[in-house]
């Protein structure tokens, strides 16, 4: 079984479609959330994930987009492109939305934005956050989201480090327990701008990170054309 894992999409279609392709056919689509927030096309994201059949929870934005949090612990920038979302998504796109679990367990992975303790805010970075998060876990392992940067933590006897992953090359599922973060789909941070995601071989037991190109000006340009603030544009190309 080959499952493609999205996270941080943030209504970025173009690189959404880019990684999806460069998957190919899977069968099945887990996303970690924070789906809408930052980029202009919420409504084209949301199709796309409903069309595939695609599976998973809500992030921070998501939880924004639907009215289900308000935002007050978003910073200006981001505040101002959730409330362009909030006046711009169709009522489907909310009720596809609304009604995103904040964890979910899928066979031996459970599935959250931020952690398994705090899986609305907290971002997971170091060991000892990896840690708490399987802790907080019934399944073996874990799949996150919320940092934006691609990572793998791995827990053997009694205790946690953090791998540095590599695109293309596959990390072998040998250790006890596990949490994976695909990094963004739609925004990276990483210095790298394509776009990232996770691709699962449940037989084989791999888990191997892609990064793919996609037309990131014409992102930008529909960005302007909607009026979405400067700095989220410009940090686009940087990967930052
Ligand atoms: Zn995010």
New binding site residues.
């Given amino acids: 079984m080959r499952i493609a894992v999205v996270?941080?999409v943030?209504a970025n279609l173009p690189a959404l479609d880019a990684v999806l392709a460069d998957a190919g056919p899977v069968d099945a689509v887990w996303h970690l959330?924070?789906i809408v927030?930052?980029g202009p096309d919420p409504d084209g994201v949301v199709d796309r994930l409903r069309a595939i059949g695609a599976i998973g929870v809500c992030?921070?934005?998501d939880l924004a987009a639907s009215g289900a949090i308000g935002l007050d612990r978003f910073n200006p920038d981001p505040r101002t492109a959730m409330e362009w979302t909030r006046r711009t998504i169709s009522a489907a796109t909310i009720e596809w939305l609304r009604v995103l679990p904040v964890r979910r367990s899928v066979g031996d992975f459970t599935l959250v934005h931020g952690s398994a303790v705090d899986p609305t805010w907290e971002y997971v970075t170091s060991p000892s956050g990896a840690r708490d998060s399987l802790a907080a876990t019934s399944t073996a392992h874990g799949l996150n989201?919320?940092t934006?940067v691609p990572v793998a933590f791995e827990k053997r006897g009694g205790r946690v480090a953090r791998l540095d992953v590599a695109p293309g090359v596959p990390l072998e599922l040998e250790a006890e327990r596990v949490l994976l973060n695909p990094g963004?789909v739609g925004?990276p941070r990483d210095r790298d701008p394509r776009a990232s995601y996770l691709l699962l071989d449940l037989a084989a037991q791999t888990a191997t990170w892609n990064r793919v190109p996609y037309d990131i000006e014409s992102v930008r340009d529909h960005m302007r054309a909607v009026g979405l603030p400067d700095r989220l544009i410009d940090r686009l190309p940087r990967g930052v």
């Fill in positions: 996270s941080d943030h959330g924070d927030g930052y992030g921070n934005h989201g919320h934006h963004s925004q």
